[in-house]
């Protein structure tokens, strides 16, 4: 799994599984794509204006975990 985010664009890409085939993006929402595998296996799900969609309602900064490793990292400012 990897999380990517293009500050410039403001989008932000989770990526579930290596894209070994076309894919289909649905569009969920003007802000909510995902890609399915022809298997109907979730690829990746990108989140446009992804600033918004990603902060907490309190305004807390986007942190991701790793707790295998007992890691923790910020990914996106709070503005």
Request: hydrophobic share 40%; glycine share 6%; proline share 3%.
């Amino acid at each position: 799994m990897k999380l990517t985010y293009d500050r410039r664009r403001n989008v932000a890409y989770l990526r579930l599984h290596e894209k070994t085939a076309e894919v289909e993006t649905i569009r969920i929402s003007d802000e909510l794509n995902i890609d399915l595998a022809p298997d109907g296996t979730v690829c990746g799900i990108e989140l446009l204006n992804a600033t918004a969609q990603l902060r907490a309602a309190d305004g807390a900064r986007l942190v991701v975990v790793n707790e295998a490793a007992g890691e923790k990292t910020e990914v996106l400012p709070s503005d």
